[in-house]
């Protein structure tokens, strides 16, 4: 059974930093695309940034430069640190595994969801 479980959300202030980790079981976490959504009330989710098999990242135009994603192998963990955070950053953030070895753009082609955790920015 797939599980993604999203951790780190919470409060924090403008202009700080953040780090959001998930742990995945349940698949090999090596062999998979994994990605970051975020969703604000009322908008669907969108896709922020990816990691593909092979270290590299593909970021939403967004938040290129402040957001970074990461993964240890050894640990089933997937990361997403975000610096320099603005209100536009406050949103319930999917920790998301691709479908069929698929690097997630887009809802479609997300196979498995975490349940989401959320951030706030206070000013």
């Known amino acids: 059974q797939v599980q993604l479980e999203e951790s780190g959300g919470g409060s924090v202030q403008a202009g700080g930093s953040l780090r959001l980790s998930c742990r995945a079981s349940g698949f090999p976490f090596t062999s998979d695309c994994m990605a970051w959504f975020r969703q604000t009330p009322g908008n669907e989710r969108e896709r922020i940034i990816s990691l593909k098999r092979d270290g590299i990242g593909i970021y939403a135009d967004s938040v290129e430069g402040r957001f970074t994603i990461s993964r240890d192998n050894a640990k089933n963990t997937l990361y997403l640190q975000i610096s320099n955070l603005g209100p536009e950053d406050a949103a319930t953030y999917f920790c998301?595994?691709?479908?069929?070895?698929?690097?997630?753009?887009?809802?479609?082609?997300?196979?498995?969801w975490g349940r989401g955790i959320k951030v706030t920015v206070s000013s």
């Open positions: 998301a595994r691709g479908r069929y070895g698929v690097c997630p753009s887009a809802i479609a082609e997300v196979g498995d």
